[in-house]
């Protein structure tokens, strides 16, 4: 058996029972269900400022430090592949690997294999931290599997732990590039009128709301204003397309760090990223707004247009700023060729 602690804290405005507090609060990248929480409550697995807690209807308190202790079950399946890999950083501590659309970061029901953990055994073997657990050595964080780019992968512990603080602080720098339908003009009043959207002086769209599962389906996000995480998405236009104008390239970065976060909320503005089957990104275009060529280009784009560009961050064990970028991949790059057309 091997084992991972998480640690965190009891956000403001908490819900009233313990369970569903830990529930809201807990870092996605724990990968932890409500059931799976539940019965590691039940099981003394949970401690509150240093005392174990069992009772799921213990009243929340902000602020409180949280830590839990999950166990985990070695995994014969999860065992290195020679899948390549583009590094672009690596010292003793930690790796900067520019992920792929396509790869999944770890082992999950659906996708026991190919995945990032599986590339990174092979590479690193046993030179991963192990504060993740036995499925996910080395990961700190993650994006989407059809989100390509940019990731940090911690080698010790100590990085590990160094790199967690950061994430968890908000201090790490984040920016992508995604395409979307529409213009997120500041001059549109429709956009204007979007509950938790404002601009910024440079034009500068602040998507401002709560995330969280959607009740219905729980492979998707659902835009809250109360409850939930509190999320917070800057975009920026960087290039517009067609006439009169029905897609853009955007730059986007984020003040917090929740799944799906960038697709949720600019399908929340109105404007869905190109692509995106989860999120509505299969939107018909104004018939002489872009010739053929760009019109198809468009329809027939395989995955979510959103490519995790720029990482920045003090490396946690000497202090030192880092900042790494990857220029765009093939697919999205032939997408914008074809959009300038």
């Known amino acids: 058996m091997g084992s991972r602690r998480i640690e965190f804290v009891i956000a403001e405005n908490p819900p009233k029972r313990l369970d569903k507090a830990v529930s809201r609060d807990v870092p996605e990248e724990a990968a932890l269900s409500r059931t799976r929480l ?14 174990v807690v069992q009772d799921a209807k213990a009243k929340a308190e902000a602020g409180a430090q949280i830590a839990i202790i999950v166990e985990e079950a070695e995994d014969s399946h999860i065992g290195p592949e020679d899948i390549p890999l583009d590094t672009v950083f690596e ?18 029901p659906g996708s026991p294999s190919g995945t990032l953990v599986n590339a990174l055994l092979h590479h690193f073997g046993g ?45 790490v720098e984040r920016y992508y590039q995604a395409v979307c339908y529409g213009v997120p003009d500041g001059n549109d009043p429709r956009l204007r009128g979007v ?39 800057r975009a920026r236009i960087c290039e517009s397309f067609g006439n009169p104008a029905c897609a853009a390239l955007i730059e986007c970065w984020l003040e917090t760090g929740r799944t799906h976060q960038i697709r949720v909320h600019m399908a929340h503005a109105g404007h869905g990223l190109v692509g995106d089957p989860t999120y509505g990104g299969r939107r018909k275009l104004a018939a002489k707004a872009l010739n053929e060529a760009a019109q198809a280009a468009v329809q027939s784009f395989p995955r979510q247009a959103l490519h995790a560009a720029v990482l920045g961050f003090d490396h946690p064990v000497t202090g030192e700023p880092l900042r790494f970028e990857a220029p765009l991949p093939q697919d999205m790059a032939g997408l914008l060729a074809a959009l300038r057309q």
């Open 38 to 51: 539940a019965r590691l409550i039940e099981a003394g697995a949970l401690t509150v400022d240093g005392a």
């Open 91 to 108: 010292d003793g501590d930690l790796i900067v690997i520019n992920k792929p659309a396509g790869m999944v970061v770890h082992p999950a």
């Open 127 to 171: 030179n991963l931290s192990g504060v993740g657990g036995v499925k996910r050595p080395g990961i700190v964080h993650r994006i989407d599997k059809e989100t390509s780019g940019l990731l940090v992968v911690a080698k010790s512990d100590a990085a590990h732990q160094g790199l967690a603080v950061q994430f968890e602080k908000h201090t």
């Open 195 to 233: 509950k938790g959207a404002s601009f910024e002086p440079g034009n500068i769209l602040k998507l401002t709301t709560q995330l969280a599962r959607h009740k219905t389906d729980r492979q998707r996000q659902a835009v809250l204003f109360q409850g939930g995480r509190h999320a917070v998405t």
